[in-house]
């Protein structure tokens, strides 16, 4: 059984998203589903998040951030190769 997850965000950010993820021909929710997939396979969030350089977080969210990539690091968590991304969005479009 599939469940709805709603996210609310702010136009800008989604219409900025939906840019990026379509350059990877990827839809908004199938880019969620990839992370999602992706943070259970490594039961964790997937290392290969980049630290925004903005202003956008305060140091605490990217003091906690780092921790977590060093935890992910140490628990022998890569990043996603071409091939097993190209897999997953794969598998995402099969299912609809």
Known sequence: M????QVKIDET???KAT????KSNL?????IRLFL???LSNNSIPSSLLIPADNEM??????ALR??????SLNGNSEMTLD???AEIAEARKGH
């Open 2 to 5: 599939e469940n709805i997850i």
């Open 13 to 15: 950010r989604k219409k």
């Open 19 to 22: 840019s990026i993820f379509a």
């Open 27 to 31: 839809t908004l929710p199938n880019a």
């Open 37 to 39: 997939k992706r943070s």
């Open 58 to 63: 305060d140091q605490t969210g990217l003091k």
């Open 67 to 72: 921790q977590m990539q060093l935890i992910s």
């Open 84 to 86: 097993e991304i190209n």
